[in-house]
């Protein structure tokens, strides 16, 4: 599972500069059945420009199968879903 979080760190760090989005930013990796399961909070990049997330597994959740959405909310947006590939497809 540490692998998917890396993926979707890099993808939500992406998505999050791409659009500008307003810090502090919640992300939640929703199953098929669209339940949450992994929530990451983040603030920014730091000085360095590395992304920092803080990682919370949701309670009463377990590893789902895909496909997968992620929803992003960040103050004064309103929140917005993605797809979210994984496994990662050879391209």
């Not at 992994?38 to 603030?43: G, N, P, W, Y």
């Not at 000085?47 to 004064?76: C, Y």
Request: charge should be negative; charged fraction near 20%.
């Amino acid at each position: 599972m540490s692998d998917l979080i890396g993926v979707l760190q890099a993808f939500s760090a992406v998505e999050i500069a791409r659009l500008n989005l307003p810090l502090p930013v919640r992300v939640e990796l929703m199953d098929v059945s669209m339940v949450p399961f992994v929530e990451l909070l983040t603030a920014g990049p730091d000085e360095l420009g590395i992304w920092s997330f803080e990682k919370k597994p949701l309670a009463g959740t377990l590893w789902k199968q895909g496909p997968h959405t992620v929803r992003f909310t960040a103050k004064g947006t309103p929140p917005f879903l993605r797809d979210f590939r994984w496994p990662l497809e050879a391209q």
